[in-house]
T-cell receptor, first 115, second 112 residues
Framework: NAGVMQNPRHLVRRRGQEARLRCSPM?????VYWYRQLPEEGLKFMVY????????ESGMPKERFSAEFPKEGPSILRIQQVVRGDSAAYFC?????????????FGEGSWLTVV | SQELEQSPQSLIVQEGKNLTINCTSS?????LYWYKQKYGEGLIFLMM?????EEKSHEKITAKLDEKKQQSSLHITASQPSHAGIYLC????????????FGTGTRLTVIP
């Protein structure tokens, strides 16, 4: 049973470019979460999605960041016009049902470096 | 805002020794999760606790949630080098919340 799959694992972008991070949840999971881990900082919630819906984006920066979870295919976290401060590890997680009471499984992460 | 404080921040133990990591909040926790992270890798789910007084064990790792649901401890018995990593506790601030908030982690080193 495959776990949460993220790709790419490592991504290098120049300032001003776009970064697209993909996440395939565990089989049967329809709830997806994105977290960011800045160097030497803790994990911070960004966004919670169900199929075709953004449920909670309270942790998303107001500009340049967007997320989607289409009916078919992986969830995508998109960062436009990247800046050095976007360099971080981005983790995707999934659960079978709403987070509370359900085990939340994390992927291996996507490490974004902005040069 | 609610915070999770983990102690100690780092820990170095000799192989075979027991150790305990604590996770404390000033407010009630709803759903307490323990994860382990190796440097440069993802989070591995260890245990989830929900009820006050609950205790769960898996292999040599035991986690407890106190009666007030404000503190959790993770105990490792007879530590091994494979236990090395960063241990993170995460919790929900309220019932029905969607986002886990995390402590800053405890870095464990096990010396062979």
């Amino acid at each position: 049973n495959a776990g949460v799959m993220q790709n790419p694992r490592h991504l290098v972008r120049r300032r001003g470019q776009e970064a697209r991070l993909r996440c395939s949840p565990m089989k049967g999971h329809s709830h997806v979460y994105w977290y960011r881990q800045l160097p030497e900082e803790g994990l911070k919630f960004m966004v919670y999605l169900q199929k075709e819906n953004i449920i909670d984006e309270s942790g998303m920066p107001k500009e340049r960041f967007s997320a989607e979870f289409p009916k078919e295919g992986p969830s995508i976290l998109r960062i436009q016009q990247v800046v050095r401060g976007d360099s971080a590890a981005y983790f995707c997680a999934s659960s079978l049902g709403p987070s509370s009471g359900n085990t939340i499984y994390f992927g291996e992460g996507s490490w974004l470096t902005v040069v | 805002s609610q915070e999770l404080e983990q102690s100690p921040q780092s820990l170095i133990v000799q192989e075979g020794k027991n150790l305990t990591i604590n996770c404390t909040s000033s407010k009630t926790l709803y759903g307490l999760y323990w994860y382990k992270q190796k440097y440069g890798e993802g989070l591995i789910f260890l245990m989830m606790l929900q009820k006050g007084g609950e205790e769960k064990s898996h292999e040599k790792i035991t986690a407890k949630l106190d009666e007030k649901k404000q503190q959790s401890s993770l105990h490792i018995t007879a530590s091994q080098p494979s236990h090395a990593g960063i241990y993170l506790c995460g919790a929900f601030a309220r019932t029905g919340a969607n986002n886990l908030f995390f402590g800053t982690g405890t870095r464990l080193t096990v010396i062979p």
